[in-house]
């Protein structure tokens, strides 16, 4: 696996491709924060504390943005194009074992994503020095961007064991990605809004526990779902780390931070989505082969 890794990686880094994406991504989110602080600095009486949650903010949006997009569809490539190069046969025929082929596939591109994280940390840091949060707060949102690397990493490299070509790989994954990011909370958000207009049923949807902690499970799958109910939390200043205080309309009680769950669902899915992809690349390649 180690060969593997090596070899993956330094691909990422060789040339002026991983300079080109690291100077336009920092270009963008430099650009993007120094807008937010110019237009609330200008603004009259702005708590200098607001400024850097909004800096915090942008920069974790903007991460977790760029991670949705290219996580899934990095690794279905990365595994994919052994296939497009023919050279998936050759590389089952080494004594490296299946799962760690598909580690090895998985982490050099996690790395390479990580660090894009780890480049916007200077901002981080910024929002923290004008105030607003706490180092806390840069922990969790790495910690987000993290699972989200990792789970959707774990996506692509699923797909890329059952799809015949790369591009067909990275198109579905990157499908499912954003209906897991985007779709799922756009659609929690279309159901609330038809609930709200009989509100007896929405009282009591909300007051049942179970179809709500279900619901927060479901939703936990979005890093941006995590992430706005931490910032959320940040702003009513009743943040703490591990559970979140529901409001009254939302049933009341506490429970999980979403970011918390998200952590503990990747864990148990992440290691499943390897070994099913381990097995798949074993059956895909039997039948290409003819065995």
Known sequence: MK???????RSYLRGNRAFTTLSIYLFILSGLCVLIYAGQSESG????SEIGLSLYSTAAAVALFQLTFFAPSLNASSLGSERDRQTIDVLMVTPVRRYQIILGKLIAPCLFLFLLSLASLPIGALALLIGGIEARD??????????TV?????IGIWGASWAKTSRGA???????????????PLLAILVLAVLSNDQPLFDSIMNNGFIRNLGVVALSFSPFFSLIMWIQSVTDGQATTWTLDLQGQLGGGTILQPWVISVLLWLVLIPFLIWRSSKQLQKSVAHSSGG
């Open 170 to 184: 990275m198109m579905a994954t990157l499908g499912l990605a954003l209906v897991l990011a985007i779709g799922l």
């Open 45 to 48: 009486f702005v708590d200098r």
């Open 138 to 147: 840069l922990w969790i949102a790495l910690a987000i961007q993290l699972v």
């Open 3 to 9: 060969a593997i890794l090596q070899k993956e990686f």
């Open 150 to 154: 990792l789970g959707y990493g774990s």
